[in-house]
T-cell receptor
Framework: DGGITQSPKYLFRKEGQNVTLSCEQN?????MYWYRQDPGQGLRLIYY???????QKGDIAEGYSVSREKKESFPLTVTSAQKNPTAFYLC??????????????????FGPGTRLTVL | GEDVEQSLFLSVREGDSSVINCTYT??????LYWYKQEPGAGLQLLTY?????DMKQDQRLTVLLNKKDKHLSLRIADTQTGDSAIYFC?????????FGSGTKLNVKP
């Protein structure tokens, strides 16, 4: 089966701790994305990666970090600097990475999400 | 910046048609999308339309695009209780991928 997986489904963290959310895809997509979803709001882009070993900040990157060492993996670390980390986090991928410095406009396919709660 | 706006709620009876509306501001949008999100799940791509089309039909789903008014709608025929979910409109342009805040569709038996 091809698709995007995120783990874990639910994650609890104590205040002041860093935590890493996993996102893996076997679709051979070049581009991957992280979004945050808060209740009653749309998706906000945190980081995106157009190609391996490269990533760009999205609209709300502060307090987050990412890496893209492998094409199929794009982990997101929520650091203690993120003031309000409790949210639903969605990972997505798209076939191509877009033009230089700009996200792709290809259709994005989403993982099932990780719900992070800070205690 | 670019905005995508949707009404927050829609309630219909089972068997009726549902129409979910969306407006956007970026006239350079190339593709417009409808995604469905069931509770606690990720987003599922339902359908999309290229900006030079004005209508697309896919089984019970009909997408209408009025490019002049920057208005997109999703019509679901014969709405079922399984259609209850949040529906997101999204647009992609030369710059970014933007999502609306979602319309929660409640289907009453």
């Amino acid at each position: 089966d091809g698709g995007i997986t995120q783990s874990p489904k639910y994650l609890f963290r104590k205040e002041g701790q860093n935590v890493t959310l996993s996102c893996e895809q076997n679709l051979n997509h070049d581009a991957m994305y992280w979004y945050r979803q808060d209740p009653g709001q749309g998706l906000r882009l945190i980081y995106y990666s157009q190609i391996v070993n490269d990533f760009q900040k999205g609209d709300i990157a502060e307090g987050y970090s990412v890496s893209r060492e492998k094409k199929e993996s794009f982990p997101l670390t929520v650091t203690s600097a993120q003031k309000n980390p409790t949210a639903f986090y969605l990972c997505a991928s798209s076939r191509t990475g877009g033009t230089s410095g700009r996200p792709s406009t290809d259709t994005q396919y989403f993982g099932p999400g990780t719900r992070l709660t800070v205690l | 910046g670019e905005d995508v706006e949707q009404s927050l709620f829609l309630s219909v009876r089972e068997g009726d048609s549902s129409v979910i509306n969306c407006t956007y501001t970026d006239s350079s949008s190339t593709y417009l999308y409808w995604y469905k999100q069931e509770p606690g799940a990720g987003l599922q791509l339902l359908t999309y339309i290229f900006s030079n089309m004005d209508m697309k039909q896919d089984q019970r789903l009909t997408v209408l695009l009025n490019k002049k008014d920057k208005h997109l709608s999703l019509r679901i025929a014969d709405t079922q209780t399984g259609d209850s979910a949040i529906y997101f409109c999204a647009e992609s342009s030369a710059v970014k991928f933007y999502f609306g805040s979602g319309t929660k569709l409640n289907v009453k038996p």
